[in-house]
């Protein structure tokens, strides 16, 4: 059953037990995929990926500005 869609006549044919193993794999490559997505979200969008606090010109919104005095 790997890899191939099964038709709902074709589920409803199965054993209890075949589909219950069917889940546990699921849940498996949910689990597999679900780990993947976090290193790739970590990678992307991670602190490593933050060198300066702020860039040059960068305007802070939290933050007041500094006054100029004209």
Do not use: Y
Request: aromatic content about 4%; some cysteine; hydrophobic content about 40%.
């Amino acid at each position: 059953m790997g890899g191939r869609w099964l038709s709902a006549a074709q589920l409803n044919n199965l054993s209890k037990e075949d589909l219950a193993a069917m889940v546990l794999q699921m849940q498996k490559q949910i689990n597999s995929l679900n780990e993947q997505v976090s290193v790739m979200n970590a990678r992307l969008f991670g602190r490593s990926t933050e060198k300066l606090k702020t860039l040059p010109g960068q305007i802070c919104c939290g933050t007041a500005l500094p006054r100029r005095h004209w």
